[in-house]
């Protein structure tokens, strides 16, 4: 199936965020180290807080804004799909790191695709704006799972 309104790129990117939160809550049950349950239950709870927080921005985002046409179509569930990884239940942080930040550039490429080709100028500049956050996001990541090895 093929997207090219921006308020289905933002629902789908918004359901990515539901799915990565289920899957680290999933995860966090399966694992038996402590910090790798840390790990996974403050990266499920970080992005539930983004979905709700993108599905607050699209509910209050102007409607013209929602219905407009990227010019190009996405195949999202392809490009946004979460299968279950393959870990042991003695995951390693870094492991969990690497697969939140593999999910993250997965999510970061249909966002830098956005921004780069598609839709006017305000739009370009939106996903721009969701590029850098997400960017950000990435950081964070890594800073939780620093401070979850230093436990």
């Given at each position: 199936m093929s997207y090219e309104r921006v308020g289905t790129v933002l629902k789908e990117v918004c359901d990515f965020h539901r799915r990565e939160s289920d899957l680290f809550g999933r995860l966090a049950q399966e694992v038996?180290?402590?910090?790798?349950?840390?790990?996974l239950e403050s990266?499920?709870?970080?992005?539930?807080?983004?979905?709700?927080?993108?599905?607050?921005?699209?509910?209050?985002a102007p409607v013209g804004l929602l219905n407009t046409w990227l010019g190009r179509q996405l195949d999202l569930p392809s490009?946004?799909?979460?299968?279950?990884?393959?870990?042991?239940?003695?995951?390693?942080v870094d492991e969990l790191l690497q697969l939140g930040l593999d999910l993250d550039d997965r999510l970061l490429e249909v966002l830098q695709e956005c921004a780069d080709c598609c839709g006017p100028d305000g739009?370009?500049?939106?996903?721009?704006?969701f590029v850098e956050q997400q960017q950000q996001e990435e950081r964070l990541l890594a800073r939780q799972?620093?401070?979850?090895?230093?436990?």
């Open positions: 038996r180290q402590p910090r790798a349950k840390l790990l990266m499920s709870d970080h992005e539930r807080q983004l979905a709700a927080g993108l599905s607050e921005y699209v509910a209050g490009a946004l799909a979460i299968s279950d990884p393959e870990l042991p239940d003695d995951a390693t739009v370009r500049q939106l996903f721009r704006t799972a620093m401070r979850a090895i230093d436990l």
